[in-house]
C-alpha cells in the first residue's frame, strides 16, 4: 500500500523540485515528502529511515533544486513541515516514529527520471526462474509476477534477443549508459577432469534442466531414456535431485506442469526405474536443502535405498553438524531412510566445513546407460570483463567489479556485477535478493561519489541503444513482445490442462513475439 496523505500549501521548494522532475512528481501528507509514481512504500519506510547507506544530494542550481543521482532522497533541505499525517506514522515502526516526532534527520527515498533497460540473450525474460526452476515447482515461479511488475514500469525497457559480446559490446555498452550491471549468471558447468567424461549418454545437469524446461539452446537434446533402466547423478545438491525427481515422478503428475512437450514424451516412454545418487563427499556435505530431501523421499510407489554405513560420522563431522541446522536436518531425514548395514570405519581430512575427498584407491563398477554430472555451474567471461578463471566469477568488491591492473585491484567505475557471476553458483533465488541489494547499494553510494560527475553529464542511453541494434539489423524482443509469447503458451497449455506449453524454438519464439 502506498503512503498517501492530505496535500497542504506546497510552498516555493516543492513548486522548485516539480520543475525538476515534471508532472509526474506528488507531495505526500503535509508535503514533508515527495515520490515519483507511488514508489514510497509502507515496507520500505523503517529501512529508509535506519539506512546510513541510502543517501542523496538536493542542491540549488540556476535558481532550483537539481536532483543529483540514480536514487534520490529529499531531507530537511525540502521538509519543513514540522507535522506528519497520522497514517504516516501509523505505518512506521514505533521507534522510527518517535525519531520523526523528535525532528530527527529523516530520508525519504525519490526515484527521479532514470532509465533502466534490460538486456536478455533470449526472446524471453526471467532466465533462471523460467528455464532453471522444476516445472513441479510452480510456487517458486510466483516471483515472476513481481519481475513483471518491475518491467512493466515506464522507465524500465526490455530488450530480448540481444547477445553481449556479439548484438553490442560491454565496451559499447558502458559508453552509452552510466551504470552497467552484468547478472547473465552461469550458463556452463564445471568439468570432472577424467576420461571417459565425453561419451555418449554423459551430460550435464544443466543441459537436462534446460532441455525439460524447454529452454532453446538445448530444445535439441536427446537423452537416451529407452536404453537402460539404471541412471547415475553425480551430486548431492538440490540440482542433483531435480533431476533424479524427474526422472522418477509419475509422468501423470508432470503432465500437468510447463514441462516441454518433447521432455514429457521421453518420459512416458521412459525405461529408468532406479536412480542413484554419488556424492564426492559424505552426507554430512550433501548440499541439498531439507525441502527438496523430503520431496524425493516423499514420492508415490518409490523405494528409497541409503545404506546404513554410508552414514557413519567423523568427528570433524559431529562439529560440522553442530555448527549448522540445514545440515543437521538434511542428515536426520536420510537416517530415517537408511536400510541396515555393517558401519565402516570413517576417515577425516580437514577442519570442520573445510573437509575434502581424498580417494582410498577402491573402486566399484556401476551398471547404468546414463549419466548426469550435477557438480556445479560455471560463468562465461565477455570480452573487455575482468574474470577469475580459477573461481569462475567477475572479481569484485560488493558488487563493483575490479580490473587487475598490475595486482592492484583497481575499480572498474560505472561496471557492477550481481548473482552468480558475481559470488559464484550457490544459494536459492532469495540469496540472489540479498545480493543485488548490496550490489544496488553500491550503485547508489558511488552516484552521490565517484559517479557523481558523470551522472550529471549525458549519455544516450536506451536512444543510443536502438541506434545500435538499428544499425546492425538486431532484431530484438520488447516486453510487449514477451506479452505476446506468453499469450500463446498458455493458450497451447489450456488446450493441454498445462498452465503453459513452453515454446523452445528460437524461431518460433520470434514469430510469437510478433517483432
Request: charged content about 25%; glycine content about 8%.
Amino acid at each position: 500500500m502506498d503512503i498517501g496523505g492530505s496535500r497542504g500549501a506546497r510552498g516555493r521548494p516543492f513548486d522548485e523540485a516539480r520543475n525538476t522532475v515534471g508532472s509526474t512528481l506528488t507531495a505526500v501528507g503535509d508535503h514533508r515528502t515527495w515520490t515519483v509514481n507511488n514508489f514510497l512504500m509502507r515496507e520500505c519506510v523503517s529501512t529508509i529511515l535506519s539506512s546510513p547507506r541510502i543517501t542523496a544530494k538536493v542542491v540549488p542550481h540556476n535558481g532550483k533544486y537539481v536532483l543529483t543521482g540514480g536514487i534520490m532522497v529529499f531531507n530537511e533541505a525540502l521538509c519543513i513541515k514540522e507535522s506528519y499525517p497520522k497514517e504516516l506514522l501509523d505505518s512506521l515502526s514505533s521507534e522510527s516514529a518517535s525519531r520523526l516526532r523528535r525532528g530527527e534527520r529523516s530520508r525519504w527515498i525519490l526515484h527521479c527520471r532514470k532509465e533502466v533497460d534490460m538486456i536478455e540473450r533470449l526472446p524471453t525474460p526471467f532466465g533462471l526462474v523460467r528455464y532453471g526452476v522444476a516445472p513441479d515447482h510452480p510456487e517458486t515461479k510466483i516471483v515472476i509476477n513481481q519481475f513483471s511488475r518491475v518491467a512493466l514500469n515506464e522507465r524500465c525497457s526490455f530488450f530480448g534477443n540481444v547477445n553481449l559480446g556479439i548484438s553490442v559490446s560491454l565496451s559499447e555498452l558502458r559508453e552509452i549508459y552510466h551504470v552497467v550491471v552484468l547478472a547473465y549468471g552461469a550458463e556452463s558447468d564445471r568439468t570432472l577432469g577424467i576420461p571417459g567424461e565425453d561419451l555418449a549418454g554423459i551430460h550435464s545437469a544443466r543441459e537436462f534442466v534446460w532441455w525439460y524446461n524447454g529452454h532453446p539452446d538445448c530444445s535439441y537434446m536427446s537423452p537416451d531414456l529407452k536404453s537402460t533402466d539404471t541412471a547415475i547423478v553425480l551430486g548431492q545438491g538440490n540440482v542433483a535431485l531435480d533431476v533424479a525427481r524427474i526422472l522418477l515422478r509419475p509422468t501423470t503428475e508432470l503432465a500437468t506442469t510447463d514441462i516441454a512437450e518433447h521432455a514429457l514424451i521421453s518420459l512416458q516412454n521412459s525405461s529408468i526405474r532406479k536412480v542413484c545418487l554419488v556424492g564426492r563427499r559424505g552426507p554430512v556435505q550433501a548440499a541439498c536443502t531439507a525441502k527438496e530431501l523430503r520431496e524425493i523421499l516423499g514420492l508415490k510407489d518409490l523405494y528409497i535405498n541409503v545404506q546404513e554405513h554410508d552414514l557413519v560420522k567423523s568427528h570433524v563431522d559431529e562439529e560440522e553438524l553442530k555448527n549448522s541446522r540445514i545440515q543437521r536436518r538434511v542428515y536426520e531425514l536420510l537416517c530415517k531412510a537408511a536400510t541396515s548395514r555393517p558401519p565402516q570405519p570413517v576417515s577425516e581430512n580437514g577442519t570442520p566445513g573445510k573437509q575434502s575427498a581424498i580417494g582410498t584407491g577402491q573402486f566399484e563398477d556401476h551398471q547404468c546407460g546414463l549419466v548426469l554430472k550435477s557438480i556445479g555451474y560455471r560463468s562465461v567471461p565477455v570480452e573487455g570483463l575482468p574474470f577469475d578463471d580459477s573461481r569462475g566469477v567477475v572479481p569484485n568488491i560488493n558488487g563493483r567489479v575490479l580490473s587487475d591492473k598490475q595486482h592492484n585491484n583497481i575499480i572498474e567505475n560505472g561496471l557492477y556485477v550481481s548473482g552468480w557471476l558475481k559470488r559464484g553458483p550457490t544459494g536459492i533465488i532469495a540469496t540472489n535478493l540479498y545480493d543485488a541489494e548490496e550490489t544496488v547499494a553500491s550503485i547508489s553510494e558511488d552516484l552521490e561519489g565517484v559517479l557523481a560527475d558523470d551522472s550529471n553529464s549525458p549519455r544516450p542511453g536506451r536512444d543510443g541503444l536502438l541506434q545500435l541494434l538499428d544499425s546492425r539489423s538486431v532484431r530484438y524482443v520488447p516486453f510487449k513482445g514477451w506479452e505476446e509469447i506468453d499469450l500463446k503458451e498458455k493458450a497451447i497449455g489450456a488446450i493441454k490442462n498445462k498452465p503453459r506449453e513452453k515454446i523452445a524454438s528460437p524461431e518460433e519464439l520470434l514469430r510469437a513475439a510478433n517483432t
